[in-house]
Protein backbone atom coordinates (compact mmCIF):
# COMPACT_ATOMS: atom_id res chain seq x y z
CA UNK A 1 0.00 0.00 0.00
CA UNK A 2 1.31 3.34 -0.93
CA UNK A 3 2.52 5.43 2.01
CA UNK A 4 -0.27 8.60 0.87
CA UNK A 5 1.33 10.48 3.25
CA UNK A 6 4.74 10.33 2.68
CA UNK A 7 3.27 10.95 -0.92
CA UNK A 8 1.09 14.29 0.28
CA UNK A 9 4.33 15.36 2.09
CA UNK A 10 6.41 14.89 -1.17
CA UNK A 11 4.09 16.91 -2.95
CA UNK A 12 3.94 19.97 -1.32
CA UNK A 13 8.07 19.84 -0.77
CA UNK A 14 8.01 19.46 -4.51
CA UNK A 15 5.84 22.18 -5.49
CA UNK A 16 7.25 24.55 -3.05
CA UNK A 17 9.75 25.78 -4.76
CA UNK A 18 9.02 24.75 -8.38
CA UNK A 19 10.35 28.13 -10.18
CA UNK A 20 13.38 27.21 -8.87
CA UNK A 21 14.26 24.16 -9.25
CA UNK A 22 12.40 23.66 -12.83
CA UNK A 23 10.14 20.33 -11.34
CA UNK A 24 6.75 20.00 -9.79
CA UNK A 25 3.87 17.40 -9.45
CA UNK A 26 0.07 17.05 -9.56
CA UNK A 27 -2.14 14.28 -9.29
CA UNK A 28 -3.12 12.83 -12.85
CA UNK A 29 -6.56 12.90 -12.25
CA UNK A 30 -7.03 14.85 -9.31
CA UNK A 31 -7.81 12.07 -6.69
CA UNK A 32 -5.47 8.77 -7.27
CA UNK A 33 -2.46 9.49 -5.05
CA UNK A 34 -0.55 6.67 -6.66
CA UNK A 35 -0.58 8.09 -10.42
CA UNK A 36 1.28 11.69 -10.67
CA UNK A 37 2.15 13.79 -13.49
CA UNK A 38 5.25 15.19 -13.22
CA UNK A 39 6.62 18.11 -15.32
CA UNK A 40 10.25 19.22 -15.95
CA UNK A 41 11.87 22.19 -17.39
CA UNK A 42 14.54 21.57 -19.66
CA UNK A 43 18.01 22.25 -18.65
CA UNK A 44 19.91 24.83 -19.25
CA UNK A 45 22.54 25.20 -22.22
CA UNK A 46 21.00 22.14 -23.35
CA UNK A 47 18.82 21.22 -26.95
CA UNK A 48 16.09 20.72 -24.00
CA UNK A 49 16.36 24.23 -22.91
CA UNK A 50 13.13 26.37 -23.16
CA UNK A 51 11.15 22.82 -23.21
CA UNK A 52 8.50 21.95 -20.60
CA UNK A 53 8.70 17.88 -20.29
CA UNK A 54 5.61 15.83 -18.58
CA UNK A 55 6.23 12.40 -17.03
CA UNK A 56 3.65 10.12 -16.03
CA UNK A 57 4.34 8.65 -12.61
CA UNK A 58 3.13 5.25 -11.44
CA UNK A 59 3.13 4.62 -7.99
CA UNK A 60 3.73 0.69 -6.76
CA UNK A 61 2.00 -0.60 -3.92
CA UNK A 62 5.21 -0.65 -2.12
CA UNK A 63 6.46 2.83 -2.67
CA UNK A 64 8.47 4.03 -1.12
CA UNK A 65 10.75 0.94 -0.63
CA UNK A 66 10.05 0.36 -4.56
CA UNK A 67 11.02 2.79 -7.47
CA UNK A 68 8.08 4.85 -9.10
CA UNK A 69 7.71 3.64 -12.75
CA UNK A 70 8.04 7.31 -14.63
CA UNK A 71 7.73 7.41 -18.35
CA UNK A 72 8.14 10.54 -20.62
CA UNK A 73 4.94 11.75 -21.99
CA UNK A 74 6.38 14.33 -24.04
CA UNK A 75 8.29 13.18 -27.06
CA UNK A 76 12.10 13.63 -26.54
CA UNK A 77 15.14 12.55 -28.29
CA UNK A 78 17.99 11.89 -25.92
CA UNK A 79 19.69 8.69 -25.92
CA UNK A 80 18.40 7.42 -22.32
CA UNK A 81 15.02 8.04 -23.49
CA UNK A 82 12.51 5.96 -25.88
CA UNK A 83 11.74 7.79 -28.64
CA UNK A 84 9.22 5.39 -29.68
CA UNK A 85 7.22 5.87 -26.09
CA UNK A 86 8.90 7.46 -23.53
CA UNK A 87 10.30 4.79 -21.37
CA UNK A 88 13.33 5.90 -19.44
CA UNK A 89 17.12 3.86 -18.60
CA UNK A 90 17.85 5.56 -15.18
CA UNK A 91 19.61 3.45 -12.25
CA UNK A 92 17.71 5.33 -9.83
CA UNK A 93 14.28 4.14 -11.12
CA UNK A 94 15.55 0.55 -10.96
CA UNK A 95 18.20 -1.19 -8.74
CA UNK A 96 19.75 1.91 -7.31
CA UNK A 97 16.47 3.17 -5.70
CA UNK A 98 16.25 3.69 -2.35
CA UNK A 99 13.58 5.09 -0.10
CA UNK A 100 16.17 7.80 1.11
CA UNK A 101 15.17 9.13 -2.72
CA UNK A 102 11.95 11.09 -3.30
CA UNK A 103 10.15 12.13 -6.23
CA UNK A 104 11.80 15.15 -6.61
CA UNK A 105 15.01 13.66 -6.61
CA UNK A 106 13.67 11.63 -9.05
CA UNK A 107 12.61 14.65 -11.33
CA UNK A 108 15.58 16.04 -10.92
CA UNK A 109 17.30 13.06 -11.83
CA UNK A 110 16.06 12.68 -14.79
CA UNK A 111 16.43 16.82 -15.50
CA UNK A 112 19.82 16.51 -15.26
CA UNK A 113 19.94 13.12 -17.47
CA UNK A 114 18.78 15.21 -20.39
CA UNK A 115 21.71 17.43 -19.33
CA UNK A 116 23.89 14.84 -19.43
CA UNK A 117 23.37 11.35 -21.43
CA UNK A 118 25.19 8.41 -21.05
CA UNK A 119 24.79 6.88 -24.66
CA UNK A 120 27.15 3.75 -23.62
CA UNK A 121 24.12 2.56 -21.76
CA UNK A 122 20.88 3.84 -24.02
CA UNK A 123 17.33 3.15 -23.88
CA UNK A 124 17.17 4.00 -27.54
CA UNK A 125 20.55 2.78 -29.49
CA UNK A 126 20.29 4.83 -32.52
CA UNK A 127 19.43 8.42 -30.56
CA UNK A 128 22.58 6.90 -28.56
CA UNK A 129 24.27 6.02 -32.00
CA UNK A 130 23.75 9.20 -33.28
CA UNK A 131 24.66 11.05 -30.29
CA UNK A 132 28.53 9.18 -30.76
CA UNK A 133 28.51 9.27 -34.41
CA UNK A 134 27.63 12.68 -35.16
CA UNK A 135 26.62 15.15 -32.24
CA UNK A 136 25.69 18.16 -34.11
CA UNK A 137 22.78 16.18 -36.25
CA UNK A 138 21.70 14.86 -32.06
CA UNK A 139 21.74 18.31 -31.01
CA UNK A 140 19.93 19.52 -34.01
CA UNK A 141 17.08 17.03 -33.59
CA UNK A 142 16.76 17.04 -29.98
CA UNK A 143 16.42 20.96 -30.40
CA UNK A 144 13.91 20.23 -33.23
CA UNK A 145 11.96 17.87 -31.16
CA UNK A 146 11.98 20.20 -28.08
CA UNK A 147 10.53 22.92 -30.46
CA UNK A 148 7.65 20.50 -31.71
CA UNK A 149 6.46 18.42 -28.78
CA UNK A 150 7.55 20.35 -25.38
CA UNK A 151 7.07 23.96 -26.31
CA UNK A 152 3.61 25.53 -26.63
CA UNK A 153 2.94 28.44 -28.32
CA UNK A 154 0.19 30.79 -27.00
CA UNK A 155 -1.10 31.31 -30.15
CA UNK A 156 -1.08 27.33 -30.91
CA UNK A 157 -2.55 26.48 -28.39
CA UNK A 158 -5.31 29.38 -27.92
CA UNK A 159 -5.54 27.82 -32.10
CA UNK A 160 -6.23 24.44 -30.47
CA UNK A 161 -8.76 25.78 -27.90
CA UNK A 162 -10.92 27.87 -30.27
CA UNK A 163 -11.19 24.79 -32.67
CA UNK A 164 -12.27 22.00 -29.54
CA UNK A 165 -14.37 24.53 -28.31
CA UNK A 166 -16.46 25.23 -31.77
CA UNK A 167 -16.90 21.21 -31.69
CA UNK A 168 -19.01 21.75 -28.53
CA UNK A 169 -16.88 20.95 -25.42
CA UNK A 170 -16.86 23.93 -22.43
CA UNK A 171 -13.72 25.79 -22.95
CA UNK A 172 -12.48 24.65 -18.92
CA UNK A 173 -12.35 21.09 -20.16
CA UNK A 174 -10.85 21.75 -23.28
CA UNK A 175 -8.24 23.62 -21.87
CA UNK A 176 -7.71 20.92 -18.99
CA UNK A 177 -7.62 17.95 -21.64
CA UNK A 178 -4.96 20.06 -23.83
CA UNK A 179 -2.54 21.12 -20.66
CA UNK A 180 -3.20 17.19 -19.32
CA UNK A 181 -1.61 16.03 -23.01
CA UNK A 182 0.90 18.40 -23.57
CA UNK A 183 -0.99 20.49 -26.08
CA UNK A 184 -1.75 17.23 -28.39
CA UNK A 185 -5.04 18.53 -29.88
CA UNK A 186 -5.63 14.63 -31.44
CA UNK A 187 -5.30 12.88 -27.87
CA UNK A 188 -6.60 16.26 -26.15
CA UNK A 189 -9.76 14.96 -28.25
CA UNK A 190 -10.08 11.79 -27.76
CA UNK A 191 -9.92 12.85 -23.63
CA UNK A 192 -12.63 14.72 -24.33
CA UNK A 193 -14.64 12.15 -25.84
CA UNK A 194 -14.30 9.14 -23.84
CA UNK A 195 -15.78 11.11 -20.70
Same mark, same amino acid.
Given at each position: MVDVSRVQKELTECNRDR *?? $? /?? $?IALHDGANISHLTGTIAGPADSPYEGGTFIIDIRLPGGYPFEPPKMQFVTKVWHPNIS $??? /? #???LD????QWSPALTLKTALLSLQALLSSPAPDDPQDAVVAQQYLRDYPTFAATA???? *? #??AKSTSTGMEEKVQKLVEMGFPEDLVRNALKS?? /?DENMALEKLCSG
Open positions: *EV $S /GV $S $SQN /G #AICILKDRYWT *E #AFVD /G
